[in-house]
């Protein structure tokens, strides 16, 4: 009786999930409890503004607010944001999408009590944008267009940039652009928020046990009125997968944030029946093989569109889906996205079509024809499970169909790093472009051979004029176009880095955590504010 | 020119490993050591699938079978899949080798380097002793897994890195132990005979001192090769040991076994079982031995 | 005596400096670095100019012997700077979790203590019988078991049997609340990672105990207590099991040395925030401040723990201080 009962239970929480949008508002909203979270990395520093991993993110972010940040009743749309610090709707570029005026509110106090003005705001885009000198800010890069940031009013901020950008409000509402009080960069330094913390946040900071878990509780002064509905939270590490698994089947936290395997949300479900509610979504990283084109025969293309052709990403999807967090075949735009390919234009570039035996034909010929019918290959991977080996294990063995032989190195990420980077000790790597908030146009920089997290060793005169042209396009159809000839260049007749598929996002959790949504990224819609406890 | 006192020397060791018919040695050593007879046996029937897998194992370890992903047992797949598809059985006969491979490198690189250098400590003395004393303290002062954790992330991973990295902690352990046992018989008068004699050191080593601390040698390679076994496990528990998609118990273990346990039991029971009885048959065999060979040596 | 110490002291000298030598050059030879890491980890776009301001604010851009001179005298007068990756004060860090090291090292030792006397002397009274060897065997199984495989099982057979038995799943907790605050809590946690590691490292124990017994009850004075005819149970009481705990205690002393740096994997399993724990996260974030400090900790316990157990040696066989 068990077993059928399974199968039906998948696709009815999947599909719950997915009508939870509406049926919230309609269900009376409770509040108060303490919502348990593990997490799977540890934290570094702090300071959002130099830091990078959803480590930090997950248990600090609900300290803090940003300026503006992804939609939370809709954080599955990629191009849906909405104001946070700043009042009412997001500004509309003027001067020819050449300058954009914030306007900020006026209710916001710091949890120390300070109240929040225009200059706060510019001192954190000041530090993030243009830092003084021996300070670091990991994601100065996303804003190069910017000319300038300052106050126009007490409550008044006015962003000039250089050239207009359709990638200048996504990386505005990055989770990681933390808004700090300006009196304490000023007073305690640009480095002070590395290991203290004062935000505008729905929670207050009220401690930090150093590897093993952070603590917040609910602000009562916080600006988004009649929230945050938790009484607090506490962020657990948990670095272990299976732990993490487990705890929440003993009910020692209730939902984890990044991502679980889809076999763990089977057992889960199994287990504990309408306890867990699922929910799903394509997930903006995708795992790529980059070969290293300092090293022969990588500089030749035909043996890289060979090592893609091999690949068969449509059966490849079915089956690693059910082990491993990848699913969905995409080229170099996150698959929900309008500037996207659809499946029409996908299955035109090399080793996207779905004739499989067609392209291992095609790979052997290319090999035989460039000289290389035996293939050997030094393969970097990275020392993680998800997905990294899993889809290690799966590359290995499509390659091996084209008669070509990898062996395998996984190192420890740090020598992963080195190697990828540094002394680009590989054949192939495994690599991937993994990004907060989704904005192709930044996003597919990673393709080129210029791009500082671009490991292929290239220089492609071709794709970096297309590219100078789609960053200056100005309607949606003409990026679409542009975009599309970006692909075909970079993906399928150069075959510069070889995409294998992109993740997917599925968190199981506790169905009494109501209010959050899953957004296509680990790193978004974690502010924790709408979350409640239905117990 | 052999001298009275070198032939007593040599007579002395004759009469130690007197021949006798090897089966009955054996029938002694089973009626004796039952336990150490089972371990031996557990020890056989793993160096047997090591060496006959190829025959034995009904499927390839490494041949990924997308169809067959995660399936309990059948009369073709006898302990199931993993998450490949591929035969865990087979996996683990072709695992065997694995382990073994690191097991006996390590223990016999580790101990052979140990007995040179604990020799070679005890019979020169003085300073050269103190010194090397004091860097086998540093080696035996850094906890195992560590070294072992250290080694791993500058050689990178692989099998004979795994090899290195469990190597090197044996080398002090082993040394110490053949180091007293030698620095016992450098006592002996007859070490000072053959000294006077005119013999050369490489000579009163090699065949005076190397002879007589034979048996807690033999007593320690026999431990490490269980402990081997166990470390390489280890290791790759962690991630940092073989590679995927090299068949290994540890790795086995590792990832999707942790997360499969539940609903795909056999994915992480059988490689468990695997190494337990490995090591367990090992250290049965080891203590046997250390019993027979020298009844009052303590433990290390 | 004094001198025996004296001499045992200064030769602790060059252990520890080796020792910083060796973990000092070790880490440098790994590749890559904690910048990279924090930079280009989540594989975000990472510019090589911020990498390098973080490698000059942490020191990384200096000479290595700068870099080792600061380590070395910063450890000679116990100041072990901050962390590399959090930015903390790495006395701060490794207090925290020294507590529950040390919990979980005397937890676990009094289980193999629990564990190894009682077998270890029925193992020994019964010498080769059936009981012997069902012991042995017991106890050999304990080391064989990897202890991370015998971790996942015992949580996965609590949340089964906890689900089957109550309806609900129950796990350990996997947050540290210390026995002082929620003495049941605490244990509720640590008691299971207590007894698996006990168990494991109560083999080496029990077979101390066993040989260590047997050759005192071949000694003289209890041949002669049996010949008057005093019952077994009283001669292995009163005369034998105390006679041959030294080696015992000596063991136990040692093993709970290495205990208390040595729980990797086991804290990995159970997620307890302790050394281990924090040291494969020191080496994977390539931490490298907080990796030495750890190092030279473990080290320091090691080597003080073993200047004990030679110093009680001495003190008890007079013989050993003129070797």
């Not at chain 2, 390839?60 to 309990?72: C, M, R, T």
């Not at chain 2, 072992?148 to 500058?154: E, G, N, Y």
């Amino acid at each position: 009786m068990k077993f059928p009962r399974l199968k039906f239970a998948l696709p009815l929480a999947a599909g719950l999930a997915l009508s939870f949008g509406m049926a919230d508002s309609a269900h009376a909203v409770k509040s108060g409890g303490v919502l348990n979270f593990v997490v799977g990395s540890k934290i570094p520093s702090y300071d959002g503004h130099i830091e990078g991993t959803f480590g930090m993110i997950h248990p600090i972010r609900p300290f803090y607010s940003t300026l503006i940040r992804v939609n939370p009743d809709n954080p599955a749309s990629p191009t849906d944001f909405v104001c946070d610090l700043c009042e009412g709707d997001l500004p509309k570029g003027e001067d020819g999408f050449k300058k954009y005026v914030f306007k900020i509110r006026q209710d916001v106090k710091f949890h120390d009590g300070t109240p929040l003005t225009a200059d706060d705001i510019v001192a954190t885009f000041k530090k993030i944008i243009f830092p003084p000198k021996g300070i670091a800010s990991a994601r100065k890069a996303f804003f190069k267009m910017v000319d300038s940031v300052e106050a126009t009013g007490k409550y008044e901020v006015t962003f000039k940039l250089k050239f207009p950008s359709g990638s200048f409000i996504p990386s505005v509402a990055m989770p990681f652009n933390f808004v700090y009080a300006k009196k304490d960069l000023d007073s305690h330094g640009y480095t002070w928020h590395k290991t203290n913390i004062n935000g505008s946040g729905a929670f207050s900071f009220v401690q930090h046990q150093p590897g093993s878990f952070v603590e917040g509780k609910k602000y009562a002064g916080y600006h988004h009125k009649g929230k945050p509905y938790l009484d607090g939270f506490k962020a657990i590490s948990a670095p272990k997968m299976a732990l993490r698994l487990q705890a929440i089947r003993g009910d020692r936290a209730a939902i984890e944030f990044r991502g679980f395997p889809p076999k763990a949300r089977d057992d889960l479900v199994k287990a504990l029946g309408d306890k867990i509610t699922v929910q799903e979504s394509d997930w903006n990283c995708i795992l790529i093989a980059t070969p290293n084109q300092k090293r022969k025969p990588f500089d030749d293309a035909r043996v890289r569109r060979a090592l893609s052709l091999a690949l068969d990403r449509w059966g490849g999807s079915k089956y690693l889906s059910k082990i491993a967090i990848v699913k969905t075949v995409g080229g170099v735009v996150f698959p929900n996205h309008p500037l996207a390919a659809t499946k029409e234009e996908l299955v035109k570039i090399p080793g996207f079509g779905t004739d499989v035996a067609a392209n291992r034909k095609e790979a052997m010929r290319l090999l035989k024809e460039a000289g290389h019918p035996n293939l050997k290959i030094d393969f970097n991977n990275r020392g993680v499970d998800q997905p990294y080996k899993v889809v290690g294990t799966w590359l290995i063995d499509q390659w091996k169909q084209i008669g070509v032989e990898a062996e395998q190195h996984v190192n420890p990420s740090p020598v992963f790093y080195d190697k990828l980077r540094k002394s680009h000790d590989f054949d192939v790597s495994i690599d991937f472009n993994c990004q907060s908030v989704v904005n192709p146009i930044a996003d597919v920089t990673k393709y080129l051979g210029s791009a500082g997290n671009n490991y292929g060793q290239y220089e492609d005169a071709k794709l970096e004029e297309i590219y100078s042209r789609l960053l200056r396009a100005g309607t949606e159809a003409e990026q679409r176009t542009i975009m599309r000839e970006y692909e075909q260049r970079a993906i399928g007749e150069m075959a510069h880095l070889i995409p294998t598929l992109w993740w997917y996002k599925i968190n199981p959790h506790r169905s009494y955590v109501k209010g959050w949504k899953i957004a296509p990224s680990h790193y978004l819609n974690q502010h924790l504010d709408n979350i409640w406890l239905d117990k | 020119m052999v001298t009275t006192s070198e032939a007593r020397v040599e007579a002395a060791f004759e009469e130690l490993a007197v021949e006798r018919p090897l089966l009955s040695k054996v029938k002694e050593f089973a009626r004796k050591q039952p336990l150490g007879t089972f371990g031996a046996v557990i020890v056989l029937v793993m160096v047997f699938s090591a060496l006959f897998a190829d025959f034995i194992a009904p499927h390839d370890p490494i041949n990924n079978s997308y169809e067959h992903i995660l399936e309990s047992y059948s009369s073709t797949y006898l302990l199931g899949t993993d998450q490949f598809g591929r035969d865990i059985l087979s996996r683990i006969i072709y695992g065997a080798r694995t382990a073994l491979l690191v097991g006996f490198t390590a223990a016999i690189i580790g101990s052979v380097t140990g007995l040179v250098l604990g020799v070679a400590s005890a019979f020169f003395g003085g300073r050269f002793d103190l010194l090397f004393q004091r860097v086998m303290d540093v080696f035996m002062a850094f906890p195992l897994i560590i070294l072992a954790l250290a080694v791993v992330s500058i050689f990178g991973t692989g099998i004979q890195n795994v090899i290195i990295a469990i190597t090197i902690p044996f080398i002090p352990r082993c040394a110490r132990v053949v180091r007293s046992s030698a620095l016992a018989i450098r006592e002996i008068p007859y070490i000072d005979a053959a000294r006077a004699n005119g013999f050369s050191n490489a000579r009163i080593i090699l065949r005076h001192m190397v002879p007589n601390v034979m048996a807690p040698f033999l007593i320690m390679i026999t431990a490490f090769v269980g402990q081997a076994i166990l470390l390489e496990a280890s290791l790759s528990y962690l991630g940092l040991g073989v590679q995927e998609p090299v068949p290994a118990w540890g790795l086995m273990l590792q990832g999707g076994a942790e997360e499969y346990a539940e609903s795909a039991p056999w994915v992480a029971i059988w490689p468990g079982v695997a190494v337990s009885l490995a090591v367990f048959g090992f250290n049965l065999f080891g203590d046997s031995v250390r019993d027979t060979l020298d009844p009052k040596l303590r433990s290390q | 005596m004094w001198q025996y110490i004296l001499k045992r002291l200064i030769l602790m000298i060059p252990t520890l400096v080796g020792a910083a030598i060796l973990i000092f050059f070790l880490l440098r030879l790994i590749p890559g670095d904690v910048c990279e890491l924090k930079m280009a980890g989540a594989g975000l776009y990472a510019d090589q100019e911020q990498i390098d301001i973080c490698r000059a604010e942490l020191g990384l851009d200096r000479s290595v012997m700068v870099q080792f001179w600061e380590f070395f005298s910063g450890f000679l007068v116990f100041d072990l700077g901050k962390s590399m990756w959090t930015g903390r004060e790495i006395t701060y860090e490794i207090g925290l979790r020294f507590q529950l090291s040390l919990q979980v090292a005397i937890m676990a030792t009094l289980t193999a203590t629990l564990i190894a006397i009682p077998l270890g002397t029925i193992s020994a009274v019964k010498q080769n019988t059936w009981i012997d060897y069902f012991v042995r065997a017991f106890s050999i199984a304990g080391i064989a078991i990897p202890s991370f495989w015998l971790g996942i099982m015992i949580i996965l057979g609590l949340l089964i049997t906890t689900q089957a038995w109550f309806g609900t799943p129950w796990m350990p907790p996997i947050e540290y609340v210390s026995p002082l605050e929620d003495f049941w809590g605490n244990m509720s946690q640590l008691i299971w990672p207590a007894v698996a590691t006990g168990y494991r490292y109560s083999a080496v124990a029990t077979r101390m105990t066993r040989s260590a017994l047997l050759e005192v009850l071949r000694e003289d004075y209890i041949r002669t207590a049996r010949a008057k005819g005093l019952m077994d149970k009283l001669i292995i009481n009163r005369h034998a099991l105390k006679n041959s705990m030294l080696p015992v205690v000596t063991v136990i002393g040692i093993e709970f040395a290495f205990l208390m740096g040595g729980l990797v994997v086991t804290e990995q399993v159970f997620n307890l925030n302790g050394l281990g724990k924090l040291f494969v996260e020191s080496v994977t974030s390539q931490d490298f401040s907080m990796t030495q400090a750890l190092v030279m900790v473990v080290v320091c316990v090691f080597i003080f723990t073993n200047f004990l157990v030679d110093i009680v040696y001495a003190w008890l066989d007079p013989r050993i201080r003129y070797a």
